[in-house]
């Protein structure tokens, strides 16, 4: 029986349910805030709304290296929650903030020197490519704060006490709509910045949910409870330790992100109208994937819990609990969006045409956002037992098919986007396959971390 005080986790829906809705709710405000920063921007300029599609993902890019190492944290902790040892976690966690710094630096002076390189060269407008430059520069110092923001998900949720996430969130989310209102158009004594007010509003937003979630948790006495703050010494086991379970999850992460890079730089040679609408495209995707990824975060959590507690045959069993409710509430969030698509189009104010070219791309979206609720899941799943470098391979196998349809629908017999956008089928498709199969085999059950 687990106690109230317990680190460890049952298997049941309530528990599914407890450890999901407050990382739902986490990962659910950054996608608002993505979308209020591109409604405000589509209102600006249509210019600027196309832009932020390929500087967002390029941002993403590094925010997903930062959820990979924050992936492989979680799986550790919540091992170590699992077997109950709680004087671990804070040595862990302490290790971690090390290389998410390490990190975050190289990926200031990759954006700053390598990518106005590489991005003068793909973009095909000169003048896309120099504003997409001048908003990295400023959005990527933004970096350090995100990083260490997203170790809380790894502590709080590897700890099942993911309640307190909504704290750190609600704060960034209010900070981002006031100063984007103020940044983008000028409001309330400050310039009128445009595009480049939007990365000067993200980077406090995030410096924002960093300060309070860590003042929650100092609050909260849950940094004394795993002396999260006395472990600051350089661990040299730890690190590789973190570091053999978090590089394949970084690289997979970064990969995956790369690609949609790619995608969002074959949908730029479509025009101005194409990237706009894929832009919307990745803020619906993002919206409803929230209750998807953070419903798989908790897969992963709660699968290393109960493997740490040596409940192996419960793993199948539990994956199946949680598709039962992602893929039940992807269906009626789809069947909403295919009914009322209008409707959240005119949110970013764009004409009439605009919305008309859209509706088939939302079609095609939806679709793979119901592929993605169980798809997402099963990869988690094997996330969560250890093998990381499993995960990888999946990943890169899938990307590489993923890659040469995008390549050929879009470049090489230039096809309308909406073919394009069903990459995304061939995508999940695959990632479900594959993740079943590996968990079937059951040669997860010897891996030891």
């Not at 419903?295 to 949680?322: C, D, P, R, W, Y």
């Amino acid at each position: 029986m687990v106690t109230l005080n317990s680190l460890q986790v049952e298997t049941t829906y309530r528990q599914i349910i407890k450890l999901a809705l407050p990382i739902s709710f986490a990962m659910l405000i950054p996608q608002f805030n993505f979308i209020t920063t591109n409604i405000f921007l589509g209102h600006y300029s249509q210019e600027s709304l196309a832009i932020s599609g390929i500087t967002g993902v390029y941002y993403l890019i590094f925010a997903m290296i930062g959820f990979g190492l924050n992936n492989g944290l979680q799986a550790l902790i919540a091992r170590r929650a699992g077997e109950n040892r709680p004087e671990e976690i804070g040595k862990i966690f302490s290790q971690g903030i090390y290389i998410a710094i390490v990190i975050a630096i190289a990926g200031i002076i990759l954006t700053w020197f390598l990518a106005p390189v590489i991005l003068k060269e793909v973009i095909h407008s000169p003048g896309t490519a120099e504003k997409a430059i001048g908003f990295l520069k400023i959005r990527i110092w933004g970096l350090v704060f995100l990083y260490i923001y997203q170790m809380r998900n790894a502590l709080l949720v590897g700890t099942n006490q993911s309640r307190f996430l909504v704290f750190g969130t609600l704060a960034e989310a209010i900070a981002n709509i006031i100063f984007d209102y103020s940044f983008i158009f000028g409001h309330f004594g400050f310039p009128e910045m445009g595009l480049n007010g939007a990365a000067v509003a993200s980077i406090i937003a995030e410096f924002t949910g960093m300060f309070v979630i860590f003042l929650v948790i100092w609050r909260k006495g849950i940094s004394k409870r795993f002396s999260l703050f006395s472990h600051f010494n350089w661990n040299g086991p730890i690190i590789k330790q973190v570091l053999s379970i978090s590089t394949p999850l970084i690289f997979q992460l970064a990969v995956s992100l790369i690609s949609w890079e790619f995608f969002y730089i074959l949908i730029e040679h479509h025009g101005q109208e194409a990237l706009a609408i894929s832009n919307i495209m990745r803020n619906i995707f993002g919206l409803v994937g929230c209750v998807n990824w953070a419903f798989a975060a908790t897969t992963a959590a709660m699968v290393s819990n109960i493997i740490g507690q040596g409940l192996h045959e419960k793993v199948q069993s539990l994956i199946l609990k949680v598709i039962s409710i992602t893929t039940t509430s992807s269906i009626i969030i789809c069947i909403f969006l295919n009914l009322f698509p209008q409707t959240l189009l005119l949110a970013f104010g764009q004409n009439e045409s605009f919305n008309q070219h859209a509706v088939p791309v939302i079609r095609v979206v939806t679709f793979a956002m119901m592929l993605m609720s169980f798809s997402t899941v099963w990869l988690n799943a094997v996330t969560g037992t250890g093998n990381s470098r499993i995960t990888f391979l999946i990943e890169i196998v899938t990307i590489t098919l993923y890659s040469i349809y995008i390549w050929l629908v879009l470049e090489k017999f230039s096809l309308a986007i909406t073919y394009g956008w069903m990459s995304e089928w061939l995508y999940w498709i695959s990632l479900f396959i594959f993740s079943w199969l590996y968990i079937r085999s059951g040669k997860w059950k010897t891996k030891v971390i």
